[in-house]
């Protein structure tokens, strides 16, 4: 009889420690959705960051789909989400109770952005149209600085650059409200490595350059020391030190200017870039956009170092060889590649003018200008 009583003690007494002991149940977890939106709340931003934070400790992270949103899941609590896509954030306080499609949210901290008018490149009407805006005044919330060519209707006898603009009436929609806005030149902030220090991105449209070593240095160790640069078409040649006089990354066709092709149905080579196009503005049927802002001559990219360098599109252009013979071969068009703490985007295609309703290649360009600060 004892023997018995013995054992239905210890077992009363394992099973009650065992109760005692058992863990806490595992918090439940609440899935937060919500939408990430570019400046003009409108656009959706994809592949961005959302992490959510507390007390300083990451608590989970997602990204953003195609068209903006994301999920994610918290516990019960307070929260900083903090939305990223490369430069360009905004952060919000948040508390979660229960399952919840927050409000859209838009990016509100801008980097310090700077442009260089070109002759015909126009990116910053691109800026102004994703929201890059203050609300108020209209203004731009970025630095236009003065190119080489003066002015941006200084193109108007230019013939190379009309791009099929035939009249000039079409050349003279120009908003004025991106005229340059900033007392200092381009040569002054070619020539001053703290002032170029002082933007995070600076924009360099298409425009005619005469090869300046002191120039290419200086954007070269701005761009190592953490800048963002982007270049197009004529401008190519301020590219000259950071490619190693075509050695690295990629390098120019020889005859310079030599591409002849108006447009091309061009591939695109980014799954993230074609579903964004194609979710949000019917764009990219098959993969394929058709870009139609080429110079009359522009710059052709002879090859490019795979192992650097992301290239972004693709497609069948004619150019002229050195014996002044057409070329028709497939080219790709579009480059982004890391250097030092930086980031190089190049084009030799760009942007068609400065209204405000977009093209086709706006909307490449608009995709691309925050994929620039974001690529690891």
């Known amino acids: 009889m004892k023997p018995i009583i013995l054992s239905a003690f210890i077992l009363l007494f394992l099973f009650s420690c065992s109760k005692d002991e058992a863990p806490d149940a595992i918090p439940e977890s609440i899935n937060i959705s919500g939408k990430l939106l570019a400046p003009n709340n409108q656009d959706p931003i994809v592949n961005a960051r959302v992490s959510a934070m507390q007390n300083n400790i990451l608590k989970a992270e997602t990204t953003t789909d195609a068209q903006g949103n994301f999920t994610i899941a918290l516990e019960k609590g307070e929260y900083t989400l903090n939305l990223a896509k490369g430069l360009f954030t905004t952060q919000k306080q948040i508390v979660v ?144 030190t950071v490619t190693n006089n075509d050695t690295d990354y990629l390098s120019f066709y020889t005859p310079r200017r030599s591409g002849q092709s108006l447009s091309t149905t061009a591939t695109i080579l980014d799954g993230n870039l074609s579903a964004w196009l194609l979710l ?10 058709f870009i139609d802002e080429f110079l009359g001559s522009w710059q ?26 057409t070329v028709t071969e497939n080219k790709d068009l579009a480059f982004t590649f890391l250097l030092g703490q930086g980031a190089v985007f190049y084009s030799s295609f760009h942007t068609e003018n400065d209204e405000f309703d977009f093209t086709t290649t706006d909307r490449i360009m608009e995709y691309l200008v925050f994929e620039m600060t974001a690529i690891e």
């Open 97 to 240: 109770e229960q399952e919840t499609t927050l409000d859209n949210y838009k990016i509100d901290t801008l980097p310090n952005i700077g442009v260089i008018t070109g002759s015909f490149d126009n990116i910053e009407s691109v800026l102004y149209g994703i929201g890059l805006v203050n609300p108020i005044t209209n203004e731009p919330l970025f630095d236009i600085i003065d190119g080489i060519t003066t002015n941006k209707n200084s193109h108007i006898s230019n013939q190379a650059h009309l791009h099929g603009l035939n009249k000039s009436s079409d050349l003279e929609s120009r908003n004025p409200i991106l005229d340059p806005n900033v007392s200092f030149s381009y040569t002054d902030l070619m020539s001053d490595p703290t002032l170029l220090a002082s933007y995070d991105i600076l924009f360099i449209n298409c425009s005619s350059h005469s090869d300046n070593p002191t120039y290419e240095q200086n954007l070269m160790d701005y761009v190592n020391n953490g800048g963002f640069l982007y270049v197009t078409d004529w401008s190519s040649s301020l590219l000259n």
């Open 280 to 289: 949000n503005f019917g764009i990219s049927i098959n993969d394929t956009v």
């Open 300 to 325: 052709v990219v002879d090859s490019y170092d795979p192992t650097t360098t992301i290239s972004w599109l693709n497609g069948v252009v004619d150019y002229r060889d050195n014996n002044n013979v």
